[in-house]
Nanobody, 115 residues
């Protein structure tokens, strides 16, 4: 059974930084894509960033060069480095991974940015 566990969320002041981690287990195949999404209170879940098997990062328009997605060499752990955080970045951040058998989601980690 594939499992994804996010960590690294917390409370930070505007302008601060956080580094989220997504640790995976249980997959016998390499993930084609790993991605981060977020959901703010009362809003729909939205795309934050994706990294392809080839290592290219794709970001949501609101990121504006503030976030960087990366993985370890084995592509079993994904990271999201978030700098210059803003109060609008507050929400639950979810990790998603895809392999040939399907897509998988973690339970999320809370990020709260105070003014």
């Amino acid at each position: 059974q594939v499992q994804l566990v996010e960590s690294g969320g917390g409370l930070v002041q505007a302008g601060g930084s956080l580094r989220l981690s997504c640790t995976t287990s249980g997959s016998s195949a390499r993930f084609n894509t790993m991605a981060w999404y977020r959901q703010a209170p009362g809003k729909q879940r939205e795309f934050v960033a994706r990294i392809t098997h080839g290592g290219w990062g794709v970001y949501g328009d609101f990121v504006k060069d503030r976030f960087t997605i990366s993985t370890d060499d084995a592509k079993t752990t994904a990271y999201l480095q978030m700098d210059n955080l803003e109060p609008d970045d507050t929400g639950v951040y979810y990790c998603k991974a895809e392999d040939p058998r399907g897509e998988y989601w973690g339970q999320g980690t809370q990020v709260t940015v105070s003014p």
